[in-house]
């Protein structure tokens, strides 16, 4: 323990104080904490100790909002001094200049330089929709704009996906992920920029998605110089049922990232708020067929036939039991059959029944038990009728989702950075889980990953309309808000972060 004559700065940032104890090596330097080294939007004050204890605990630098606590004993301070929540990391380099970056992001993205441009963008986009693996002309498109903006990237990578590259081309890494894959759906609502092509649809608004993060390539584009480090913008095709960010990984395209952050818009929530949690938020998924074989005969004499229709309505009734008595009340799990096909005429048993369905969970455990439960009592209760059957989880085709869960250190980041820039009131933290899926889970299974909800509701006197509804409208207003946050995000992520990562490894197209 040493015994010191000290004083204590106080950084002050909107209702938070965050407490940084001079003549500390582990926190500020040896030299005084002077203003030039204090972000912006922070006030300092100084509060003096005569004799402050301060017992070192660690000898790296703070970084990613590691808690005071663990780092030094500040027992000695609370009397005089309120500390809330989490020290924030301030440059080590007495000539630093304050960081203006973040500030401005959503002034900037509000530009019509950039506004208008974004509009255009999107609706490009939404006029020529793509499906899974099929994104080649929204491929071109988006590779245009950052040949424009002078920004390299990696292309094709998942075969019509890209990687675009901003800052230093050093570690940190931090990935920001767009989908860009529309649905096999009719487009009914009648304006300008309907979709082109019959029967498809950006019924999910992806074309949104890559629009913002075409937006957040701009704005950084301004500000490059100033970035602490690099920022990987994750263009993905097939996220509708396709599997893409599996593909992405697989391509090694994301080696030496550190973290990766997704959003998505949805019409239930305002423009200008934002909804996410820390832990399980989206369930994984899976989907599973079965073909129950028996033998088809007259329905006059039955018992000369192996009826499979009995054999599938009785599994269909079993499957409900793995929900009902085998899970944990407490651990959600769904298993829905959404498929029954057996005979076309009404007097003859067929041969066979195909059946099919979907299993959702939350925790990956549950999730591998129910779906090895699934094929066993599809299997052994066709059995128990006299049947045969073969049960297909499509993994090769359509891999099952991981549950999408947010990285707890990611939250906190996501929680100051959105409230610095949208509000408080704005930030919605308190969300339900929901069983619906997203393939961003598979990069979080590989990599710390952060997904929230970003708010497109139109007028407040139109009924919110679903994704994936022929009728959905996404509020263009919205983009400025999910190009701001995002590019605010990944640059709050780097000037965090400690860089002693390896360099991302890959052929890069320069522009």
Same mark, same amino acid.
């Given at each position: ?122 609706? %490009? +986009?939404? /006029?020529?929709?793509? &499906? ?12 245009? =704009? !950052? ?99 599996? %593909? +992405?990984? /697989?391509?090694?395209? &994301? ?12 019409? =239930? !929530? ?242």
């Amino acid at each position: 323990m040493k015994q010191r004559s000290s004083f204590v700065f106080v950084l002050h940032h909107h209702s938070r104080c965050l407490v940084v104890l001079c003549n500390c090596c582990i926190v500020v330097p040896a030299p005084s904490l002077n203003r030039s080294c204090v972000p912006l939007n922070y006030r300092v004050t100084a509060v003096p100790f005569p004799s402050a204890q301060i017992s070192p605990r660690s000898t790296t630098p703070l970084c990613n909002r590691t808690t005071l606590a663990s780092t030094i004993s500040i027992a000695p301070l609370l009397p005089a001094v309120r500390i809330l929540n989490f020290i924030s990391a301030t440059s080590t380099d007495s000539s630093s200049t304050p960081n203006h970056l973040i500030t401005n992001f959503l002034d900037t993205a509000k530009e019509p330089e950039v506004f208008d441009w974004m509009v255009k963008i999107r609706r %490009k +986009i939404h /006029e020529n929709p793509e &499906l899974g693996f099929e994104e080649f002309e929204t491929s071109e498109v988006i590779r245009a =704009e !950052l040949d424009q903006l002078g920004i390299p990237y990696n292309h094709p990578v998942a075969l019509t996906g890209l990687v675009g590259f901003i800052g230093t081309g050093r570690p940190p890494f931090v990935a920001l992920r767009a989908d860009m894959d529309a649905l096999p759906i009719q487009e009914m609502v009648e304006w300008e920029h309907k979709s082109k092509v019959p029967g498809k649809m950006h019924a999910c608004g992806h074309d949104a998605h890559v629009t913002m993060v075409l937006g957040v390539a701009k704005i950084l584009k301004m500000h490059e110089k100033e970035i602490k480090g690099t920022v990987v913008l994750v263009f993905q095709p097939g996220e509708e049922g396709f599997a893409g960010a599996k %593909k +992405i990984l /697989e391509s090694g395209a &994301l080696k030496g990232v550190n973290a990766i952050f997704g959003l998505h818009v949805t019409p =239930e !929530l305002p423009i200008g708020e934002v909804a996410s949690k820390s832990g399980p938020i989206l369930a994984g998924s899976g989907v599973f067929e079965a073909k129950i074989s028996g033998r088809g005969g007259h329905a006059a004499v039955p018992q000369h036939a192996i009826d499979p229709i009995v054999a599938a309505s009785h599994v269909v009734l079993s499957l409900q039991n793995l929900v009902s008595r085998e899970a944990d009340p407490l651990d959600p799990l769904v298993v829905t059959v959404g498929k029954f096909q057996g005979g076309d005429a009404l007097n003859v048993i067929p041969d066979s029944v195909t059946i099919g369905g979907t299993f959702r969970a939350f925790a990956r455990e549950s999730f591998n038990n129910v779906k090895q439960r699934i094929e066993k009592v599809i299997i052994n209760q066709a059995g128990v009728h006299r049947c045969n059957a073969t049960v297909d989880f499509f993994d090769e085709r359509h891999p099952s989702y991981p549950p999408t869960i947010n990285d707890g250190d990611l939250h906190e980041l996501f929680v100051d950075v959105a409230v610095d820039v949208l509000g408080t009131k704005n930030v919605h933290l308190d969300i339900e889980r929901a069983m619906g899926s997203e393939d961003f889970s598979f990069y979080q299974e590989v990599l710390p990953g952060y997904f929230f909800l970003l708010g497109m509701k139109n007028s407040s006197d139109e009924r919110a309309l679903s994704l994936h509804s022929p009728y959905l409208k996404i509020n263009e207003d919205g983009l400025s808000y999910g190009a701001a946050l995002h590019a605010s995000l990944a640059a709050s992520y780097l000037l965090d972060y400690p860089c002693n990562l390896p360099r991302v490894e890959g052929k890069v197209h320069d522009a």
